[in-house]
């Protein structure tokens, strides 16, 4: 899709009333989300695209989505625990940001498929960020 710099999506009243629940829903529950169909059946797929496009959200699986400040969040925290104690569990991660082993894996799978984190047998050490 090709846009002109200065280009913004708008969404029409009705879909930005539906991106707000959405976002409530993420607000409410920032490590345990929606899943991505459950949110392109909320917002319909045009307008999941565009908040992906936007920088609003974060895919990290082809079931998992985050908002991109609790994205940053956990990528933070990631960091920091490995950098503390040279490594993280999936257990760890779960436990730290109270969530499931679904969206633990779903995370860690995709920092270890950017390259911020390495598996090492059953846990992750830092990688080489992407620069």
Do not use: W
């Not at 920091?80 to 940001?97: C, E, K, M, P, T």
């Amino acid at each position: 899709m090709l846009h002109l710099p200065d280009f913004h999506v708008r969404f029409s009243p009705q879909q930005q009333a539906r991106v707000d629940i959405l976002l409530k829903q993420f607000a409410a529950t920032p490590y345990a989300t929606p899943s991505v169909k459950e949110c392109m059946a909320a917002t319909g797929e045009d307008v999941y695209t565009a908040l992906l496009e936007q920088g609003i959200l974060v895919n990290v699986s082809a079931e998992v989505v985050f908002r991109t400040s609790d994205y940053q969040v956990m990528l933070a925290g990631v960091e920091q625990v490995i950098q503390r104690d040279g490594s993280l569990s999936a257990a760890q991660f779960r436990d730290l940001f109270t969530t499931s082993r679904k969206y633990a894996l779903a995370f860690l799978e995709h920092l270890d498929a950017t390259g911020v984190t390495i598996r090492d047998g059953d846990v992750r050490k830092l990688g080489k960020k992407p620069k």
